[in-house]
């Protein structure tokens, strides 16, 4: 039986990361990249098609994960962009993955190697979750929200959408990080986040909006 295709957009960090998860579970064609001096061959010989590749390939999936500490916020605007129906979005999770039998991913989720999502864990629609994270029970990451590498969400916690978490950060247990929030790298967030706000440190503290 013949494996799913997969387009991946754009060519950047995550999109390279998401080659490592496929683990044979699609025909990956190639990245999809609105920089012309991008297109053309990747390094490592991979295509780099321009945004036309989503019509001349009408079967392939499609997984979008751009984003980064100084985009998160319009994640969304990005990928309401592409025009993308429904049904060909792709979920990719890395073989490594513990994924709890109660725990429940969205469409267009990317979960990278050796994450863990305890118990009834909840991942929105357009996540992406870097390695070695946990998040524990009870606990759910809102819609096109990004989660850094090595990250701890501690039980009952809520993650708003479009927010960014920076790799080892920890949130504790019963804490609500609201909508477009960034929480710096190697955080602990012993308390409840406002929206748009920008925290860091041990604990974490506000440092702007």
Known sequence: MALPQLLIFP???????????????????????????????SPWGHKVLSRKAFDDYPDALVLAVP???T???IRD????????AEERWATVVHPSAQI???????RNVLIMANVVLCGNARLGNHCVVLPQSVVHH??????????????VVAGYSHIGK??????RSSISNFVEIADR?????GSNVLKSIPEQAVVAGNPAKPLRK
């Open 11 to 41: 060519f950047n960090g995550n999109g390279l990361e998401a080659l490592d998860c496929l683990g044979g579970q699609f025909e990956f064609i190639g990245f999809v990249d609105d920089v012309p001096e991008k297109q053309g061959l």
């Open 67 to 69: 984003g980064s500490p």
């Open 71 to 73: 985009s998160f916020s």
């Open 77 to 84: 605007q990005i990928i309401a962009q592409l025009g993308i």
């Open 100 to 106: 709890g039998e109660r725990a429940t991913l969205g």
């Open 138 to 151: 009870d606990s759910s990451v809102g819609d096109y929200s990004l989660v850094g590498s090595g990250v």
């Open 162 to 167: 479009s927010c960014y978490i920076g790799s």
């Open 181 to 185: 929030s960034l929480v710096g790298i």
